[in-house]
């Protein structure tokens, strides 16, 4: 269990205010690192940390290059270090290209990839010497595969660029000692999949696509969130590790 031990690490995690992030908050906290939960809204986040030792609740919106800034010179400030990154802010699109403006189109490539790119860069920054750091990226099956009529063009482009950054940043900087990978998670009832599992048509869209024939319950993403996080996956770097219940092995 040592190698899955984050006492004395300190964690970035964005939007950390619900859904998938707000439980990868309370799994990092949980295995002993003093985690940074970063998002717009601070009301959810003071009750996260009120609810779970080790988190600290900062307000950041993660597209405004001021804000993330300071959300890294916080971190340094206070432990010196950042030793994992969490870039998981994003939102979803509209599901038809036809209706997506061309300032949407931009907007969501801005949150959910360049967004977490400059973030990624600002805490290399601050790797030096003999320090290691784990950045962990999250994209969606929505970036592996067509979901039509579910997903969206954009999104599905920025997703998509998230797992080609990655792999790029794992190349570029591993022998500093930064490792770079994402997690793609599948059907999660979450906020931004609202109406996915309550509509039954939907929801048994889900079900017949999954070899697991269900969606993901909570919680069942964290354990590939730590295993990246921690170093249980020292010598793991560049990789896509997929959490959808087989949906993209069909």
């Known amino acids: 269990m040592s190698l899955f031990d984050l006492s004395g690490r300190t964690a970035i995690v964005t939007g950390a205010s619900s859904g998938l992030g707000l439980g990868f908050a309370r799994t ?15 009301d959810r986040l003071e009750i996260l940390a009120k609810e779970h030792d080790g988190i600290v ?3 950041c919106d993660i597209t405004d290059a001021a804000d ?7 971190v340094v400030a206070d432990h010196g270090r950042v030793d994992v990154l969490v870039n998981n802010a994003g939102r979803a699109g ?13 907007a969501l490539l801005d949150l959910n990839l360049s967004a977490g790119f400059h973030l990624a860069v600002a805490v290399a920054q601050t790797v ?4 290691q750091a ?28 998230v797992i080609g950054l990655s792999r790029e940043l794992a190349g570029q900087w591993g ?40 969606g993901g319950n909570e919680g069942e993403a964290d354990g590939a969130l730590l295993f990246l996080s921690s170093d249980a996956s020292s010598y793991v770097t560049g990789q896509t590790l997929v959490v959808d219940g087989g949906w993209t092995a069909r």
Do not use: C, H
Not at 135 to 145: F, L
């Open 28 to 42: 990092l906290a949980g295995a002993g690192a003093t985690v940074y939960a970063a998002a717009r809204r601070l």
């Open 68 to 74: 993330r800034q300071l959300l890294v010179d916080r």
């Open 94 to 106: 509209p599901p038809e290209a036809e209706t997506e403006s061309p300032a949407d189109f931009a």
């Open 175 to 214: 022998r500093r000692g930064i490792r770079v990978n994402t997690v793609v998670p599948g059907w999660f009832d979450t906020e931004m999949t609202d109406g996915l599992f309550t509509n039954d048509a939907s929801a048994g869209w889900v079900r017949r696509n999954t070899m697991l024939g269900r």
């Open 134 to 161: 784990s950045i962990i990226n999250v994209s969606s099956v929505v970036g592996m595969v067509s979901t039509a009529p579910i997903g969206g063009a954009g999104y599905a482009a920025s997703k998509s660029g």
């Open 57 to 59: 609740p900062i307000r």
């Open 128 to 131: 030096e010497g003999d320090r």
